[in-house]
């Protein structure tokens, strides 16, 4: 089973452009969520959706946009990519029934 | 807002020993779940234990346990018989049952001695 699956795995990014991080899961989990990881912060809660159809603010919404397109995926789109977004972008699905939460695997951005 | 708190950025422990990682929590909640999860130099996140807060025992996973005080808002990992392979950062985290956000500390940095 590939769980969650999160490309591209690196990303340089100048200052202004703009990308989309993809994020497919194949576990028919119906929550998803975007986290950003930063050196001595923990994981914070870019973006979730509980079912299709459905997105919420987390704690660091700023800057971001999510696209919940089907079960599978849930795409977090950068539209002007700034320096203090430079991070480490996990998604991550949820079993309902255990509380398992599964990663994919990051995406390393930066942008200069 | 809930928050998760790990007091010890770093810690270390020599092998085949046991170390303790503290975590406290602050939430007006009476019925949550908490979890640690163990991040590798490989950047994956796993899960090494849950515990739901409505149950009074302690959960463990092998080598790994946990010491729940509800009441103190306590939730601190023991990792016995310490291996190599445990070198990690390790999260605490934190969700409430009736929310979808799952809060984690900023984690705690366990090297193991040879």
């Known amino acids: 089973n590939a769980g969650v699956t999160q490309t591209p795995k690196f990303q340089v990014l100048k200052t202004g452009q703009s990308m989309t991080l993809q994020c497919a899961q194949d576990?028919?989990?119906?929550?998803m969520y975007w986290y950003r990881q930063d050196p001595g912060m923990g994981l914070r809660l870019i973006y979730y959706?509980?079912?299709?159809?459905?997105?919420d603010k987390g704690e660091v919404p700023n800057g971001y946009n999510v696209s919940r397109l089907n079960k599978r995926e849930f795409s977090l789109r950068l539209e002007s990519a700034a320096p203090s977004q430079t991070s480490v972008y996990f998604c991550?699905?949820?079993?309902?029934?255990?509380?398992?939460?599964?990663f994919g695997s990051g995406t390393q951005l930066s942008v200069l | 807002a809930q928050t998760v708190t790990q007091s010890q950025p770093e810690m270390s422990v020599q092998e085949a020993e046991t170390v303790t990682l503290s975590c406290t929590y602050d939430?007006?909640?009476?019925?949550?779940?908490l979890f640690w999860y163990k991040q590798p130099p490989s950047r994956q996140m796993i899960l090494v234990i849950r515990?739901?807060?409505?149950?009074?025992q302690n959960a463990t996973e092998n080598r790994f346990s946990v010491n729940f005080q509800k009441a103190a808002k306590s939730f601190s990992l023991k990792i016995s018989d310490s291996q190599l392979g445990d070198a990690a950062m390790y999260f605490c985290?934190?969700?409430?049952?009736?929310?979808?956000?799952?809060?984690f500390g900023k984690g705690t940095k366990l090297s193991v001695i040879p």
């Open positions: 991550a699905s949820r079993t309902e029934w255990n509380e398992k939460l599964f």
């Open positions: 576990m028919n989990h119906n929550s």
């Open positions: 959706s509980a079912s299709e159809g459905t997105t």
């Open positions: 939430t007006s909640e009476s019925d949550y779940y």
């Open positions: 515990q739901e807060a409505y149950k009074q």
């Open positions: 985290a934190y969700r409430s049952r009736g929310s979808y956000q799952l809060t």
